[in-house]
């Protein structure tokens, strides 16, 4: 195959990413808020930890760092419209679960608010925050796991696939599309 | 809404997720590789950054961890048999690149391989390894950007969701679906 590619500047485009809901907020004097973030990842499995990167000027930055504590809800696609929302609005100036007609939900094991519309809630506090440039690094821990019963089949399996997903791409909002395989497929007998 | 939701032990949930093929070698007496990641994630703008999770034991490490470098290399669907094998078989046995018919190209601002298969290649150097249990988190900046040009259109946009993309959730790969907005649509008059 020919080397026919071409060089661009450094750029971020990882993709897809996930779209994020994080809740905060409800304590130390803040009320609920949200806050969409694509830059966020699992880091670490034992102990469970994911990191999410926010610009130092965003509102939520200020709440997260005060507050050690935030959600992550992974919302399902017919949620895009909050999600683009909570990304472009700031909490500042506007309630975003009310805009967004979302339910905040007390956390089980931290003080910021869930969204119960999200099927998936990870609740992470924060063991480290690392300064990078335009943006801080929040190295979490995932302290609890909150989990919808109308996704959890006959079996017991929690299918968090099963009404699609949200992914972000370059720009764009996709739903998930068909299934290619489960991990291990490619050495299976 | 009412809060019926169940609480779960901490584990590693986030959905989805990229699954990249890193490419790593090619230097300090290394031969070219590949590992399949999912922890991975885009952590700053300015300057361009992104962080991978890699376990301990994994021949990847040692080669990352040695040589500094690795591509981050974005598959396409039709890929899906080779991103599962990458993550599945180790490098210390097989050659990778030639087990799935994959092509190594020289890097431009790296020493480690890239892959020509991959429509975006992320080449990154690695600026912090950080232990936090069972993986290792590597921050990286990104110096250079890599695009084949049968995916940029004839407006000069690159469309790396043209042919699908793929994404990893909960043990499955999956093709992303239908474009559900764009950024900022939930605020355009």
Known sequence: MANNK???PPSTQLAPVPAVLLGCGNAKG???NLITVAWCGII???PAMLSVSIRKERYSHAIISETGEFSCNIPIPSLAHAVDYCGVVSGRKVDKFKACDLTALDGEKISAPTV???PLTLECKVVEVKELGSH???LAEIVNVRVSPEFIDEKGHFDL???GLLAYCHGGYYNLGEKL?????SVKK
Chains 1, 2 share one sequence.
């Open 181 to 185: 395989g489960s991990f291990g497929f």
């Open 161 to 163: 696939a099963r009404e």
């Open 44 to 46: 670490n499995s034992d």
């Open 6 to 8: 071409i060089s661009w």
């Open 136 to 138: 801080d690094l929040f």
């Open 30 to 32: 803040y009320s609920a």
């Open 116 to 118: 119960a519309e999200c």
